[in-house]
């Protein structure tokens, strides 16, 4: 029971509290808020004026450019940048992943093929990171904001500018500033310091330096309260650290760890009730919010009973140490021999579940629960090694990344669910031989045509580029572990990226980091090139696609409703919509499950194969 | 990694998917 405690309480609470968040935000982006005056002199020097569907969505594009641009010239002038903010003279990084790392932030994906301790300024963190996840984290949610008008068939759809203004200064600065107090208080370093220096506790652990002093370890220190709140609430999910929320300063007590579930799930819980409420459909709003919790707590019971209540079989399956032959690129011959411990060789009680890869402060079911929060709100952060977890339960933090509508990123996960939602009435209406409508309205060809574009940009950008980096040596040579699981590592980093999440499976050699290093890893530039084309294509055209189709939806006129009608608000219509998700998702995505994590399971352990 | 060739390669990279989004778009106005 102990394990379920974690998690009901998550959810209970921010159910709670997305409730009177989604009355505000409907109210916010309503305009019905009216700001201090200061505020409002502000919002109208952005407010370019009334905009159509189109000039919405080409303001929203463009911004994003001049977004890549500043994000670019950031990264790019690193070395350049001296003073407190890079006394640590961190250097010029690697051009792919300069790319790789715009686009990413930029996106809301926050993959991340470099270390931010280690590769990163503080002037960067505080002008790349902490900007980018302001301001990418609002473009989903105003692109859900013009679905919604154009649904209700509003003359002008807003203004972009305006909603963007909205969306930062009375939702997210506010709330990043509350939960940052937290982190203060709960011992997260806000600082401009960029590094302390350390005894540590076993002098000369480090070496000695020449005049035979034990060696200081140099501890990277931050900005991290005004990092994090915003990296959790925005579900952007890019670490200060590598390790990101698993590193003490990052993540530094129970509690906090509680406080970050709870801010990645905050705003897009908030966000579908929001869509309920603006439309004045709110109970159309909970039968989605039921559909997505129902698929969200499925994704958190299967790691929990495939993980943390199930030892790690590479290490129960042999009485006897083994040594196995891996592939590594760097050395003689592409291969290397590991060997695995005997389990009773190990000081670890195996009844505790597979605690590989787990950050132990937070308890041992923490890690599987947010490997399948992380994934299913797209956030990203990760708290626990997800190439560490067994083979099955690593299917929970795939699939949420495949079906990419379990509440999903701000926004953008509520547009997913309406094409499912726009498909899914199709079917339904060719089923019963009536014409399909959505609110009211009746879905034709177009939107239909719409929806189906934007349903297939996902997978074909999953599966595409995993099928050729799986058949050439781009991948085989920078996967950790052969088989199965280094499918399963090629697969993970696209699907980490077309469902714009971030969160990593590690294992992959993808990262080149600072340009200087003397041995970057060999496929780090086509991964960083691949990655983040489909970051690129997956974040923007199924946004584009969505608004127009809604945009031709909402200029229809509304049919009176009738006996034939089906209604949106029943829980047939949750169940109709389940149906077609699941078997949408399984149709798609079931033969790369079959190759990579139950490959895995059902093959020689430890690697499948 | 050639800053001279890299660096301009990539921004150029950047911008013309941007671009290529924009045309996307265009484009949707005649599905």
Known sequence: MHYWFLPISMLVATTLLCIPLSRYLAWIMNGKYRAPAFLRWFEDRVNSGPQNWKQYTASLLIFNTVLFVFGFIVLAIQPWVTGPLNSLGRGMIAPTTI?????????????????????????????????????????????????????????????????????????FLPAAFVLGLVFVQQGSPMTFTAAQQVATLEPGALGNNDDGTPKQQTIVVGPLASFVPMKQLGTNGGGFYGMNSAHPFENPTALTNWLTCVAMMLFPFSLVLMYGRMLNRLRHGWVIFSLMMVLMVATLIWPVVFDTMRPNPGLTAHPQAETYEVADATSPGGKREVTLPAVPGLPVDQSLGNLEGKEMRFGTSAGAIFSALTVDV???????????????????????????????????????????????????????????????????????????????????????PTGLFAATDWGNKATSNPGPHGFSQI???????????????????????????????????????????????????????????????????????????????TPTFGFLLLGVILIVGALLFLPVAALGPLAEHLGPIPFGG | MNLEIWLPAMFGLGL????????????CEHI
């Not at chain 1, 714009?500 to 970057?520: E, H, K, M, R, V």
């Open chain 1, 99 to 171: 790319f790789h790392s715009v686009v990413s932030f930029m996106t809301n994906t926050d993959l991340q093929h470099y270390s931010g301790d280690q590769v990163l300024s503080n002037f960067s963190q505080i002008f790349f990171c902490i900007s980018n996840f302001f301001l990418s984290a609002s473009i989903g949610f105003c692109a859900l904001t013009v679905i919604i008008r154009s649904f209700r068939g509003d003359p002008n759809v807003g203004n972009f500018f305006v909603d963007m203004w909205r969306v930062v200064m009375y939702m």
């Open chain 1, 378 to 464: 797209t956030c990203g952060a990760v708290n626990c090694e997800h190439d560490s977890l067994n083979p099955l339960a690593s299917l929970s933090p795939m699939s949420g990344m495949w079906l990419n509508c379990i509440f999903g990123g701000k926004g953008v996960g509520m547009i997913n669910m309406l094409i499912y939602l726009i498909v899914g009435v199709f079917i339904a209406g060719q089923m019963v031989g009536r014409t399909p409508e959505y609110l009211g309205k009746k879905i034709g060809r177009r939107e239909v045509a719409l929806a189906v574009i934007a349903m297939l940009i996902h997978p074909i950008m999953i599966l595409g």
């Open chain 1, 491 to 569: 697969m993970y980093q696209f699907s980490s990226a077309s469902a714009n999440n971030g969160s990593a499976f590690d294992g992959l050699g993808a990262s080149y980091g600072l340009n200087s290093n003397p041995n970057p890893s060999p496929e780090a530039v086509p991964f960083d090139i691949a990655a983040g084309l489909v970051m690129l294509i997956s974040r923007f055209l199924p946004i584009i696609a969505p608004i127009a189709m809604a945009a031709s939806l909402g200029a229809k006129k509304s049919a009176p409703f009738g006996l034939g009608t089906l209604r949106d608000d």
């Open chain 2, 16 to 27: 013309v998917m941007m671009g290529f989004c924009l045309l996307f778009l265009k484009a």
